[in-house]
């Protein structure tokens, strides 16, 4: 997830790397580790999917700009419960290919989203 969220942002024009496995509460220190002057945090409370033929994805994230001194600039925060239907011959190939579509669809959304974009300049 980080390493196509910061392709993303990259595919935008922002310069950005993904950095894995930062807490809320370490990510001013990690700021500081870095020439950085934006951090860009995804908190994933959850994130499930459940396949049997339909497939339901449940999905409670968080994105959070933070400038170089750790204060929180943005954040927008994306929660729900959907069906993204299913396929009764394959189910597994259809959970795979709708979950990664679904994941593109918020998280382009909350990229574009005006106090993200705002926040990043």
């Given at each position: 997830m980080?390493?196509a969220?910061a392709?993303?942002l990259n595919?935008?024009?922002w310069?950005?790397e993904?950095?894995?496995g ?11 580790q870095?020439?950085?002057n934006?951090i860009l945090?995804v908190t ?7 396949t049997y033929?339909n497939t ?13 001194n ?10 729900s419960?959907?069906?993204l ?5 394959n189910?597994?190939a259809h959970?795979?290919k ?7 669809k ?6 574009r989203r005006?106090t993200i ?5």
């Amino acid at each position: 997830m980080a390493n196509a969220i910061a392709a993303e942002l990259n595919r935008a024009g922002w310069k950005a790397e993904a950095v894995k496995g930062i807490q809320l509460s370490q990510s001013s220190a990690a700021i500081a580790q870095t020439e950085k002057n934006r951090i860009l945090l995804v908190t994933i409370r959850k994130w499930e999917s459940d396949t049997y033929l339909n497939t339901e994805l449940t999905v409670d994230v968080t994105l959070s700009v933070l400038d170089s001194n750790g204060k929180l600039l943005a954040a927008e925060s994306y929660r729900s419960q959907k069906n993204l239907g299913g396929d009764f011959v394959n189910p597994v190939a259809h959970a795979r290919k709708s979950v990664l579509a679904e994941f593109s669809k918020i998280f382009s959304d909350l990229l574009r989203r005006s106090t993200i974009v705002s926040a990043l300049r």
